[in-house]
């Protein structure tokens, strides 16, 4: 079982910047990839960037060059560091893991966090 728990989401004006974290705990074999989700209503869930244990990143074309994300393995860490926000980057961030519970042999799985809220004002 992986736990994940999120922070820095908040209220922030237009042209402003904001940084998430999400820290992994519980007990577990291994972290393959860590990542974010978004969701507002009225548009279609989307992948914002994935990390992979070897530092391997992946972005929304879109969100290239405005959002960054990296991790600290040692602590089981992601962070999305947001730039430049728009109105149109307000939504629900919900961070992810891929993990293997167990060891080599179990399943990778993938958990979500609770998610937190992000809001760019005009």
């Known amino acids: 079982q992986v736990q994940l728990v999120e922070s820095g989401g908040g209220l922030v004006q237009a042209g402003g910047s904001l940084g998430l974290s999400c820290a992994a705990s519980?007990?577990?074999?291994?972290?393959?990839?860590m990542g974010w989700f978004r969701q507002t209503p009225g548009k279609q869930r989307e992948l914002v960037a994935e990390?992979?244990?070897?530092?391997?990143?992946n972005y929304a074309a879109s969100l290239t060059g405005r959002f960054t994300i990296s991790r600290d393995n040692a602590k089981n860490t992601v962070f999305l560091q947001m730039n430049n926000l728009e109105p149109e980057d307000t939504a629900v961030y919900s961070c992810?893991?891929?993990?293997?519970?167990?060891?080599?042999?179990?399943?990778?799985?993938?958990?979500w966090g609770q998610g937190t809220q992000v809001t760019v004002s005009a």
């Open positions: 992810y893991a891929i993990a293997q519970s167990r060891g080599n042999f179990s399943p990778r799985v993938r958990y």
């Open positions: 519980g007990t577990f074999f291994s972290i393959s990839a």
């Open positions: 990390i992979t244990s070897d530092g391997k990143t």
